[in-house]
């Protein structure tokens, strides 16, 4: 579905932040430097160790580098919807999701940016041959691996890495999804835009990337975080195979041509 004549720049990176002071410097630096003519988005949920100020610093000094305060601490999926439609406003024609914490390696997106020229969405896979975690305790990468077999099951999605959060999206493709309506606040978040984009009939391809675990501040996983994303994966799977399931009675009895939700949940 991607189309080879839609230019992909300018492209802009959105980094969510809450409490990344030590962070966000280092980091900014790396993606300036291994994709300079992209532009950076920070948006910071109000964070009370300085983040947001120091961001402001940086954007003063560099003109690729952008501030989007928000009122407070609302979820990873709010920041990254506002910091999507904020680029989408300004013209940005790719829209790249990447952590503040140096877990997502700027030194990859070359490549998820060229695989981009032929897919609508492209993701930075732990989970495809080549890729990795480094620094994860065995019960981390063993959640991590059990989410997204749970959501392959559930959803049928073709993507390895459902759950992974370094993802390039051409705007085009945000727009034909939808971003109206995106229930997940936390880490489910990434899995419920994959589930609608693929969907909505778009590629999501994925690249091997190093996933690293954070050097500096504290992780923002918690075991709620997980509930969320669990629980809403089980629900639009039952919804997803019931409906298949619907179908395929409906082609038995003769009731129907098929299709159903299945296909479309």
Do not use: C
Request: cysteine-free; proline content about 5%.
């Amino acid at each position: 579905m991607a189309d080879p004549e839609t230019p992909l720049e300018p492209v802009l990176v959105v980094i969510p932040t809450y409490n990344e002071l030590e962070n966000l410097r280092p980091i900014t630096a790396r993606i300036r430097a291994a994709v300079p003519n992209a532009h950076i988005l920070v948006a910071d949920d109000n964070s009370p160790d300085g983040t947001g100020k120091l961001a402001d610093d940086l954007a003063q000094a560099d003109d690729h580098l952008h501030v989007l305060h928000r009122t407070g601490k609302e979820g990873l999926g709010a920041a990254y919807l506002a910091g999507f439609r904020w680029g989408i406003e300004h013209g940005y024609q790719v829209l790249v999701e990447h952590d503040a914490d140096g877990s997502h390696q700027p030194e990859y997106l070359p490549s998820i940016l060229e695989r981009l020229q032929t897919a609508d969405a492209v993701k930075g896979s732990r989970y495809v041959k080549g890729g990795s975690t480094k620094g994860w305790p065995l019960h981390r990468e063993l959640l991590s691996r059990g989410g997204n077999l749970w959501t392959q099951l559930m959803l049928g999605l073709p993507v390895k890495d459902a759950t992974g959060g370094f993802v390039a999206w051409r705007a085009s493709t945000l727009q034909g999804m939808g971003l109206d309506g995106v229930e997940a606040a936390g880490y489910g978040f990434q899995v419920e835009m994959v589930r609608r984009a693929i969907r909505a009939g778009f590629t999501v391809a994925e690249v091997p990337i190093e996933f690293v675990e954070r050097e500096y501040g504290d992780s923002k996983m918690s075991g709620a975080i997980v509930i969320e994303a669990m629980g809403l994966t089980t629900r639009w799977g039952w919804k997803y195979r019931t409906g298949q399931v619907a179908a395929a009675v409906s082609r038995l009895t003769g009731r129907g041509r098929g299709g159903g939700q299945g296909a479309a949940s």
